[in-house]
């Protein structure tokens, strides 16, 4: 919240300034265009508006001069000022990334409150914009305390930007997709293929495959095709043919999960390894300056501690091969106090000594945490946590798969994130996608499969 004080006609002064700097963010204009309906390429970031291969995130001029405007309404004059007119002179540009002062200098009063007044805009290179502007100042000095506006989040997904161009510059992922026998998870296998992120191969039905290729619209020329209709049968070839070393991940196509996870899980012939399997969402949340994971939230129901410390390790390595050096894990329940009643307490306070010990590696646990203090350092201060975890973790450890579910649920459908899924413990990457995943989702999906296998971060 801001307090504004107006200076009214009479107290203005000739010569009087006032200045504010300003950093322009991509966000500024994407909201820009979302209010001027000004969808020029030139000023969208990720746009190439002139053809030059390059994409140019020129401010739009008429936001650079809503600069100007601010310093008018909040500081000089101040509240209660209106705009009459305005000669404005754009000699420069700006971009985004750069921070810009506004200015304004009183340059002469006139009879019915306007006041005439010099204006300019400079950014890191030199001016931007000059000129004049009259205005009508307040007739009285007032103050405004805690002026508020809603606040704004644009829904961009720039982390799952990065995963996938990261990704696209590996070699192909070579990848055994089971069963991909509906519209959806045909067409997601072939769209990573396409963008280079898997190599992949059909155990399935063939008959239902082209069927639902043809649905999707997806061209399946050039992929092979393994006859096995048997949803079961088909998981099971697929883990044969990992051993064989044919694929280096496997991915769920139109099975149920439990079929897929009895294949990788026999004692004989499965993709087991000393730990146990566990799922980890992958979550690029708008107005979130980090990738967010969510573990386990889809196989474990109620992991006991030693699962815990399995689900903790997985979800460590594979933020590590996203590129977070030193993951923070806040392992949550519904308080941040260890209260004997209620279990998930004591395990998340073992499982951070444990930490401690060494006995979990690559990164910072700490617990218990409730959901608000695990994410916000506000709340977090409020609670009087000071560790290096409290209010900034990376990965969310919840107590159960049902607060997991709904947690990344609701961060999907009422936060607008996006969500990749990838089971880790394996001896290879699975990428466990749901029929509601959109297309992104998917190849977010593949892009987290294709880092993992090359950071060797996944057994």
């Not at 300003?22 to 000023?43: I, K, T, W």
Request: aromatic share 2%; proline share 6%; charged share 20%.
């Amino acid at each position: 919240m801001t307090s504004l004080t107006s200076t009214p006609h009479d107290a203005l002064r000739i010569g009087q300034e006032a200045e504010v700097s300003r950093l322009c963010r991509a966000e500024d204009l994407y909201v820009f265009a979302h209010a001027s309906g000004n969808l020029n390429p030139m000023h969208l970031p990720d746009l190439d508006g002139d053809g030059d291969g390059r994409a140019e995130a020129v401010a739009p001029s008429a936001w650079v001069a809503a600069l100007i405007s601010g310093v008018l309404g909040n500081f000089l004059p101040g509240p209660g000022t209106l705009y009459l007119a305005q000669d404005l002179r754009f000699v420069g540009r700006a971009h985004a990334g750069e921070t810009l002062r506004a200015g304004v200098r009183v340059v002469e009063k006139l009879p019915d409150r306007v006041v005439r007044m010099a204006v300019w805009v400079d950014g890191p290179g030199g001016r931007i914009v000059e000129g004049e502007v009259l205005v009508r100042a307040p007739d009285a000095a007032r103050r405004f305390d805690g002026v508020e506006v809603p606040g704004l989040t644009v829904q961009m997904h720039r982390h799952f930007d990065a995963l996938l161009a990261r990704a696209a510059a590996l070699p192909p992922l070579h990848t055994i997709v089971v069963s991909p026998e509906s519209p959806e998870a045909v067409r997601g296998a072939v769209m990573a293929r396409d963008q280079g992120l898997i190599d992949p191969v059909f155990v399935g039905a063939p008959a239902k495959i082209a069927a639902a290729a043809e649905e999707a619209g997806a061209d399946v020329t050039g992929i092979e095709i393994v006859d096995i209709p048997d949803h079961r049968a088909a998981a099971l070839r697929a883990v044969a043919m990992i051993h064989e070393g044919r694929g280096r991940a496997l991915m769920k196509g139109h099975l149920h999960s439990d079929q897929i996870l009895h294949a990788i899980l026999k004692k004989e012939g499965g993709l087991r390894t000393n730990r146990r399997v566990s799922h980890v969402y992958v979550m690029d949340v708008p107005g979130l300056d980090h990738l967010l994971f969510v573990t386990d939230a889809a196989i474990n129901i109620a992991p006991d501690l030693e699962c815990k410390v399995s689900i903790v390790q997985n979800a460590i390595d594979l933020a590590r091969a996203l590129g977070v050096t030193q993951p923070k894990v806040g392992i949550l329940s519904a308080v941040e106090t260890v209260t004997p009643s209620i279990p998930s307490t004591l395990d998340a306070a073992i499982l951070s000594k444990m930490a401690e010990r060494g006995q979990i590696t690559g990164g910072l646990v700490d617990g218990p945490l409730a959901m608000d203090n695990a994410v916000d350092p506000g709340a977090a201060r409020t609670k009087g946590l000071t560790g290096l975890v409290a209010g900034r973790a990376d990965i969310l450890v919840v107590p159960n798969l049902e607060a997991g579910n709904m947690i990344a649920k609701e961060l999907t459908f009422l936060a607008h994130a996006e969500a990749a899924g990838i089971v880790m413990g394996a001896q290879v990457p699975v990428i466990l996608t749901s029929r509601a995943d959109d297309d992104r989702a998917r190849l977010a999906s593949c892009a987290v499969a294709v880092l993992c296998a090359e950071a060797h971060g996944c057994a």
